[in-house]
């Protein structure tokens, strides 16, 4: 069983749709939850990082982390074609017992159609 | 925000040649860099954590003979893919932390090889 599971998808929405985007994963020592966007051949940029359980709002993006459940989402409101992508869900334990390597699921590519 | 550069951003080369990589924290000090590879469709995997100054560490199944990491600076890293082979083909990917308890990575642009 891998670390860190994410459906790769792909996933397609008309724009305006609301986007659920999710991760499962097994280690409950992670605490630090971030995803990332990745466009066609280029690096991934840090769109949220959450600490611990709980929601976090920047702008369109909602992070929700769950840890009893070990899951994770990424919400898009108002889904723009500029918003079509790779999104990886990353985690990591940040602790000096739990380490500090950073786990990425593998992806979920995002098409928002016009 | 904190910017990580790469160059080349890509490389065609011929079977058997060594190809370098660089990655550089252009507006923080990187105390640790990481290196990743990436393949079509799947996520990213990490090759080797550097901290400056140091010796790499390599992850199970990376050689280290193959794929060579200097650190010589906080801003800068290198990796050097030796006598490269048509399978070394790949993603290539940096990353940098600013260091302290919220280590955030963040990537450079990636460097796409292709060897002949």
């Known amino acids: 069983q891998k670390e860190v599971e994410q459906d790769p998808g792909p996933l397609s929405v008309p724009e305006g749709a609301i986007v659920s985007l999710n991760c499962t994963y097994s280690?409950?020592?992670?605490?630090?939850f971030m995803w990332y966007r990745q466009y066609s051949r280029k690096g991934p940029e840090l769109l949220m990082y959450?600490?611990?359980?709980g929601n976090k709002e920047d702008g369109r993006f909602t992070a929700q982390v769950d840890k009893s459940s070990k899951y994770i989402s990424l919400f898009i409101r108002d889904s723009q074609p500029s918003d079509s992508a790779t999104y990886l869900c990353?985690?990591?334990?940040?602790?000096?017992?739990?380490?500090?390597?950073?786990?990425f699921g593998a992806g979920t590519r995002l098409f928002v159609k016009a | 925000g904190a910017v990580v550069s790469q160059h080349p951003s890509r490389v065609i080369c011929k079977s058997g040649t060594s190809v370098k990589i660089e990655c550089r924290s252009l507006?923080?000090?990187?105390?640790?860099m990481f290196w990743y590879r990436q393949f079509p469709k799947q996520s990213l995997m990490l090759m080797a954590t550097?901290?400056?100054?140091?010796?790499?560490?390599?992850e199970q199944g990376v050689e280290k003979d193959k794929f060579l990491i200097n650190h010589a600076s906080l801003t800068l890293s290198t990796l050097t893919v030796t006598s490269a082979h048509p399978e070394d083909s790949s993603f290539y990917i940096c990353?940098?932390?600013?260091?302290?308890?919220?280590?955030?990575?963040?990537f450079g642009p990636g460097t796409r090889l292709l060897v002949l």
């Open positions: 990353s940098a932390t600013t260091g302290g308890f919220e280590e955030t990575q963040y």
């Open positions: 280690n409950s020592a992670f605490q630090y």
């Open positions: 959450t600490y611990s359980s």
């Open positions: 990353a985690m990591s334990p940040r602790s000096n017992t739990g380490g500090f390597k950073t786990i």
């Open positions: 507006d923080f000090q990187a105390t640790t």
């Open positions: 550097s901290n400056e100054g140091s010796k790499a560490t390599y």
